[in-house]
């Protein structure tokens, strides 16, 4: 009978572990780093939006500038 390790959610391991290189590679804070991510998933949402309306309008082209 073996040790049986519980179970964790990869995805939210993965998550961490990325905030957190990404944090050392910017040399940045977790406050600044939280606050970036936010911003992303933020502007995600937008696009993720303008996309389902795109998509209701037939042939219509919708263009988003994401220039930073």
Not at 21 to 26: E, I, L, N, Q
Not at 35 to 53: A, F, P, R, T, Y
């Given at each position: 009978m073996g040790i049986s390790a519980p179970n964790i959610d990869m995805s939210s391991v993965q998550s961490a572990i990325s905030t957190a290189?990404?944090?050392?590679?910017?040399n940045q804070d977790a406050k600044s780093v939280a606050?970036?991510?936010?911003?992303?998933?933020?502007?995600?949402?937008?696009?993720?939006?303008?996309?389902?309306?795109a998509n209701g309008q037939g042939d219509r082209a919708v263009h988003v500038d994401v220039r930073v």
């Open positions: 290189t990404m944090r050392s590679s910017m606050g970036l991510l936010e911003g992303m998933e933020e502007m995600s949402e937008e696009i993720q939006q303008i996309q389902n309306h």
